[in-house]
């Protein structure tokens, strides 16, 4: 029975329907023989112009090479002198490429290392280190004899596979069409290549359209279905929303708080389990974990959470004193930077140490005044108040740390200014800090030597 229009569309429409799959399966059936016969086409035409690009290069260079063949033959069986042929060992390098190669065959080698592209022709001798003939020949000679044809390329290859020319070599050469030919016999080929063109756009039109066209039409019977499926899960969903908010927040709040308290103890038992003394700094610079080992190289209750870099360098310096220099034992302090932006303080006993930990504080304490000043100064000419701020403050808690009265002044000059974002203020803070920098690196290295 024929079906009407309407009922055409509703069976076009509907997803289980066997007209809709048979369409589908239809515009696509097409479009691929469309798109491969295309890609067929192309093919062939690319290797069509590859081939005869390459004929014609072959006959071209093949008078050349049997010349060359030639006269290498008549100077090898007649012993009479030819031009440009020798005979002779091979250049160093060369025997041993001629390994497995047949005796009498005519081969071609590059030659590296010269100043002008050249190559060898040779006839291979009948045993190893036995005389060669062999003619030096420039590639430019070959070269100008090969002239490709339009949209193709060609490559001269010795029978190696080692490329000796490449002219108009088109792009997209691992996916372009070859073909080779040889020269004479195995000794030396020339390649033609060839791209094959893409598939016109024109062939995807018309699936493409019909696809579009029944895309359209099942989208607009299936809106009406949801829009009412829509109004009541927006209904449904508006009651479970209110009832799972509370949940969800209380469950986040939980998670975040049990993720810190598992990093924190991940740290701690890390440091615990370190073979020596060592403590971690955080990324902002504080401290956040240490062990028993390290703590015997700071005064006992010092250390705690949040201790700033700067304090904690402070103990440690307060730390070695005479008593430990009467022992033999001088204490090292070694500042590791880690991947997340941390820190790893290590605490080394080496008898033959030639510094205390309060030396080594001292150093440590340079090192970061010598790293923060050029990115503090880069701060308060480009007008950064927030990186400015937070260099100041950070030097200014190592020079207080550190006796290092002149310096701080400048450094609370800067940070005063970041914060009302006084350019002036920075500006004027930032000269007086270079006045006095240097005066404050010399009294730790006055300090350091004492």
Not at 199 to 223: C, D, K, T
Not at 304 to 310: E, H, I, S
Not at 408 to 426: F, H, K, Y
């Amino acid at each position: 029975m024929a079906m009407g229009g309407r009922e055409l569309i509703r069976a076009l429409t509907h997803r289980s329907s066997l007209a809709f799959v048979i369409l589908v399966t239809t515009l696509l059936g097409c479009t691929w023989l469309l798109v491969e016969q295309a890609s067929r086409a192309s093919d062939q035409t690319a290797l069509a112009l590859a081939g005869e690009s390459a004929a014609r290069a072959a006959l071209a260079l093949r008078g050349e090479i049997l010349t060359v063949e030639g006269g290498l033959r008549r100077a090898q069986q007649d012993g009479a002198l030819v031009a440009g042929v020798t005979l002779g060992p091979l250049p160093a390098g060369t025997a041993r490429r001629l390994e497995g190669a047949t005796p009498g065959h005519l081969l071609f080698l590059p030659l590296e290392g010269e100043s002008a592209p050249e190559m060898l022709a040779l006839l291979v001798p009948s045993a190893p280190g036995a005389a060669t003939v062999s003619q030096r020949l420039p590639i430019s000679t070959l070269e100008a004899r090969l002239v490709p044809a339009p949209g193709t390329g060609l490559r001269l290859l010795t029978a190696q596979g080692v490329e000796l020319v490449a002219l108009d070599v088109p792009a997209g050469y691992g996916k372009a069409v070859r073909v080779s030919h040889w020269l004479h016999e195995d000794s030396l080929r020339v390649e033609g290549v060839a791209r094959s063109h893409g598939v016109p756009i024109l062939y995807w039109f018309p699936p493409i359209l019909g696809l579009f066209l029944i895309g359209v039409i099942f989208r607009q019977q299936l809106a009406t279905r949801e829009r009412s499926q829509r109004k009541l899960g927006a209904l449904r969903g508006s009651l479970a929303r209110h009832a799972a908010q509370l949940s969800v927040n209380e469950a986040r709040m939980r998670l975040t708080q049990a993720e810190r308290v598992a990093a924190e103890r991940r740290d701690a038992a890390l440091i615990e389990a370190w073979p020596g003394p060592a403590a971690l700094i955080d990324a902002s610079e504080r401290l956040c974990a240490w062990n028993a080992a390290f703590a015997a190289l700071v005064p006992a209750g010092a250390l705690r959470r949040d201790l700033q870099l700067g304090m904690l360098l402070r103990h440690l310096d307060t730390r070695s004193g005479p008593r430990r220099r009467e022992r033999g034992q001088r204490p090292q302090v070694r500042l590791s930077p880690m991947a997340d932006g941390s820190r790893l303080i290590e605490g080394v006993i080496d008898q033959a140490a030639p510094t205390n930990a309060g030396h080594e504080a001292r150093r440590l304490c340079r090192a970061e005044l010598e790293s923060r000043a050029p990115l503090l100064r880069e701060a308060v000419v480009a007008a950064d108040a927030e990186a400015a701020r937070a260099q100041a403050h950070a030097m200014r808690g190592l020079a207080s740390n550190f006796s290092l009265t002149e310096l701080t002044s400048p450094l609370e000059w800067i940070e005063r200014g970041a914060e009302t974002q006084d350019v002036a203020a920075m500006a004027a803070g930032l000269n007086a800090l270079d006045a006095h920098l240097e005066a404050a690196l010399r009294q730790l290295d006055d300090q350091r030597a004492a």
